[in-house]
């Protein structure tokens, strides 16, 4: 019976999966495309970051007369309304999957880098904003985390270490595109971004397929041997050993293939992948949680390993939003801080890099307890950063803000190599869309809320302590609250 469905690229470009037993990769594997395709979409989502659209923000106040307050207000209230997308984003890539998804992102991120370009004002601003930041770092994010975590499992530290390199170009981008926006300006600065994303993003989505079972292969590359009892085609060498077909023979194959295709499929397997594996077992070599969208809505370690995330986002979006202005209060120059945003972004990816090739011999609680160890140093860190000019132990010169940074940079690496492998290993592949949409709806508010409160609290009381303070408070109560509840381990597919 001749196969359904299955694009050719893929499949032919890895390991079939035949039926029973996994084995290693014997040749080049189709996930390796998605990973390039995914850290392609994650850079375009660069100038979306609170850490480069900071780059923008000086020379939008002095354009448009604007106070810093109504800056941040203004992008507080852009990502705000991502949020409350992103849900849908996650969703719409569930049911149609991610080449679509991912097509429409790109097109609305180039048109919102054109239409801050030619903003005259604070409204327009923030509209271009909330599209570009929902466009950007909410759906083609979303888009590549989740298809990326769909086409490896087993191996997802792995594959977390290729995607984590383009943290050093969203990382560095302020750096880079800084030199840019003083000779060209920012209004010619942003139309260029727009062609660069237009041409990166397009080129990406187009390489873009749901998952290996839908194009008739398994997780991570791997191959399945037939199994025990499983019927194995006849597979003649020469003309002399095959028999004449009789009638009898093919209308009983003819059945037996009508009946593999009729039958159920768990859920996320193809006809390809039924047909391929009379037995059914393609879809359930890989041991994997199976959890439906409304179970892990229902699960409250979900929702404290998403607090927990989001109060760690608001404290490093807005030092990140207001780094400049921070480190140069406490005497570091702009020429430091520059130089030490360029050592954390390589540090920050270093960590996730080391990270990854480690992280797939360690057990999913210990994941989360290394989650716990980043929240416990941000605590740490923050205490440091509010500690007064007199203290030993504050940020007093520019080799300390170094160091501070560096340090931040190396957690920041952690927590994020982590987080964007443990929701996947908790919950499995079945809903990841939508509950990544979720995620994703709270990380962006939290990223809208940081920059707000410090912004507010540095013209408020001429220093940003008491934000660091409240996120100091907020960070420490969650990690204790997350620290003492149990891993779930239900609802998996395997038993």
């Not at 873009?208 to 398994?218: F, K």
């Not at 077909?245 to 009946?259: C, G, L, M």
Request: a neutral charge.
């Amino acid at each position: 019976m001749e196969k359904l469905h299955s694009p050719p690229h893929p499949r032919d470009s890895g390991a079939r999966a035949d039926a029973g037993t996994v084995t290693g990769p014997p040749r080049f594997f189709y996930g390796y495309v998605i990973i390039a395709a995914s850290m392609s979409l994650g850079i375009c989502t660069s100038p979306g970051h609170s850490t480069g659209i900071s780059v923008f923000i000086d020379p939008i106040m002095a354009d448009l007369n604007t106070s810093r307050t109504a800056v941040s207000a203004t992008w507080t209230t852009a990502l705000l309304g991502a949020s409350t997308l992103a849900p849908a984003a996650g969703a719409a890539l569930d049911a149609y999957g991610p080449r679509p998804v991912a097509l429409g992102a790109t097109a609305l991120m180039a048109s919102a880098l054109l239409l801050l370009s030619v903003a005259t004002s604070a409204p327009m601003v923030g509209i271009a904003l909330g599209l570009m930041r929902f466009a950007g770092p909410e759906v083609l994010i979303i888009v590549g985390s989740t298809t990326t975590n769909r086409w490896w499992v087993k191996r997802r530290g792995f594959a977390s270490v290729l995607k984590s390199l383009q943290r050093i170009v969203v990382l560095s981008f302020p750096a880079a595109i800084s030199e840019t926006v003083t000779n060209v300006g920012w209004r010619v600065t942003l139309q260029g971004l727009a062609l660069a994303v237009a041409v990166v993003g397009c080129g990406a989505s187009g390489a873009l397929y749901s998952d290996p079972e839908s194009c008739g292969l398994l997780p991570d590359g791997a191959t399945a041997q037939p199994a025990a009892g499983t019927r194995t085609p006849r597979q003649p060498t020469l003309d002399s050993e095959v028999s004449p077909p009789t009638v009898e023979n093919h209308t009983q194959d003819t059945q037996d293939d009508i009946q593999r295709t009729a039958e159920p499929r768990p859920p996320g397997v193809s006809v390809d992948a039924a047909v391929a594996h009379p037995s059914g077992i393609a879809a359930r070599v890989i041991d994997e949680p199976s959890w439906s969208f409304e179970d892990v809505m229902r699960e409250p370690f979900f929702w404290l390993l998403t607090v927990a995330a989001v109060f760690f986002n608001m404290f490093w979006t807005g030092v990140s939003m207001h780094r400049i202005d921070l480190f140069a209060h406490k005497g570091v120059s702009v020429d430091d801080i520059a130089a030490m945003t360029v050592r954390a972004a390589f540090i920050n990816s270093g960590s996730s890099f080391v990270l990854g090739l480690l992280v797939d011999k360690v057990s999913v609680s210990g994941r989360v307890n290394l989650l716990l160890v980043a929240y416990a140093a941000q605590c740490t860190l923050i205490a440091v950063l509010c500690a007064p000019a007199s203290s030993h132990f504050g940020v007093t010169s520019a080799a300390r803000a170094q160091l501070w940074y560096a340090t931040y940079g190396l957690f920041v690496g952690v927590q994020s190599c982590i987080r964007s492998l443990v929701f996947a290993d908790l919950f499995g592949r079945r809903a990841l869309g939508s509950v990544n949409g979720v995620i994703h709806a709270m990380g962006t508010a939290s990223a809208g809320l940081g920059p707000l409160a410090f912004g507010w609290c540095r013209e408020a009381t001429g220093s940003y302590r008491w934000a660091m303070t409240a996120a100091l408070a907020m960070t420490g109560v969650s990690t204790a609250a997350l620290s003492a509840r149990a891993v779930p381990t239900q609802h998996r597919m395997v038993e």
